[in-house]
């Protein structure tokens, strides 16, 4: 199966987590590998913070090509690369199952919260791997739902988790795929694989309003709400109580929630 429903869509509170990312906080396992001249494959890109980032890492003389496969939200990442004055960016639509590059014709190719969303991550990676030029590397990073954990206890909260695995599988994904990529990696035929892990921590009172906010509102007003609504798997008013959820849990002051999340580093 490589048809796969992306389960957050692109409403304003999904891009509100993702213009925060950047190649520092999302991609610092891959960073030693980029430098000046180098030819980067970013596979969704989403709104192009993390590929602007990496566009300044291999100028002058390298260039980052950003593809994501919904093509409405390559215009945001287009003024992002306006907004930082970098030329050496090019976009298209693609997906990832089947890259339509020349085998060998990248340095890097990443991919960030691409893989739990594809309905064949093997086929994917092995699509990464062959338009990557020998002695280059492919990296993946997807966050872990099911390795999730928080403080406090807030039950709307549990609700709101069972409930997101069980829309993400329904839509051909897999939301626990950080703790695969490494058996994803070696099944797409990598052999010289560095797996980790890192984290996101939001426990400052602005972390928590930031982050309990935007997945009140994604719960209630996003793609996903609407997929979980017209799949069956939930009604709109236990929707609204998982939100409440979310935003009891923004208000304590001892709120603590943790994203952990599986790379691999995979030489070609």
């Known amino acids: 199966m490589t048809d796969a429903v992306y389960t957050h869509g692109h409403h ?12 520092a906080n999302s991609a610092a396992y891959l960073l030693g590998e980029v430098r000046p001249g180098l030819e980067v494959l970013d596979v969704g890109c989403g709104p192009g913070t993390i590929t602007a980032d990496l566009a300044a890492l291999v100028a002058p003389g390298g260039r980052v090509t950003a593809v994501d496969a919904a093509g409405d939200v390559l215009e945001q990442a287009r003024a ?8 050496n960016i090019r976009f298209g639509v693609a997906d990832v199952h089947a890259l339509d590059f020349p085998d060998d014709s990248f340095d890097v190719v990443h991919a960030h919260q691409v893989l739990q969303h594809v309905g064949d991550p093997v086929r994917a990676l092995r699509e990464m791997r062959r338009v990557c030029r020998p002695g280059g590397v492919v990296a993946a990073r997807d966050s872990d739902y099911a390795a999730f954990a928080w403080f406090p206890e807030v039950p709307a909260m549990d609700d709101w988790l069972e409930l997101y695995r069980r829309v993400a599988r329904a839509n051909g994904g897999e939301p626990d795929a950080g703790r695969r990529l490494l058996s994803w990696a ?8 560095t797996a980790t892990a890192a984290t996101w921590c ?3 009172p602005g972390e928590r309003a930031w982050w309990s906010g935007l997945w009140a509102d994604r719960t209630t007003a996003s793609g996903y709400a609407a997929l979980a609504v017209d799949g069956g798997h939930a009604t709109e008013r236990q929707l609204a109580a998982v939100a409440e959820g979310w935003r009891e849990w923004g208000r304590q002051e001892d709120g603590w929630f943790l994203v952990p999340h599986g790379e691999v580093l995979c030489r070609v």
Do not use: N, Q
Not at 12 to 23: D, F, G, I, N, Y
Not at 80 to 87: I, P
Not at 186 to 193: C, E, K, L, V, W
């Open 202 to 204: 939001y426990a400052t």
């Open 80 to 87: 992002t690369a306006r907004e930082r004055g970098l030329d």
């Open 12 to 23: 304003e509170s999904v891009l509100r987590s993702h213009r925060w990312r950047t190649a």
């Open 186 to 193: 070696r099944s797409a035929g990598f052999t010289d694989i």
